[in-house]
């Protein structure tokens, strides 16, 4: 909506551990903009973090984001 984006691209794919990337169009935002101004952003990157994970965002010719989570296995993790 914000980015006035046209296309979105979101693909899924395990190997490893859970692959998701979410690319659009759009005009995309400021990366540098500083820490807990956009509290979407830092609340993903957090959640990610709590599950072992790892959020990278890339901005260029709109957002390309990427989460990788890897396999849990029999460790059981939870977010509160």
């Known amino acids: 909506k914000h980015a006035q984006a046209t296309e ?3 693909t899924i794919r395990w190997e490893d551990g859970l692959h998701l ?3 659009d169009n759009g005009h995309g935002f400021d990366l540098q903009l ?3 101004f ?3 952003m830092s609340t993903m990157r ?3 973090e709590q599950l072992g994970g790892t959020l990278e965002i890339l901005d260029g010719n709109g ?3 990427h989460v990788h ?3 849990i296995g029999s460790t059981e ?3 509160v």
Do not use: N
């Open 21 to 23: 990337s979410v690319a």
């Open 8 to 10: 979105v691209t979101i």
């Open 34 to 36: 500083p820490p807990g």
């Open 38 to 40: 956009g509290i979407g």
């Open 69 to 71: 989570l890897p396999e």
């Open 77 to 79: 993790r939870s977010i």
């Open 63 to 65: 957002i390309d984001l």
């Open 46 to 48: 957090t959640r990610v």
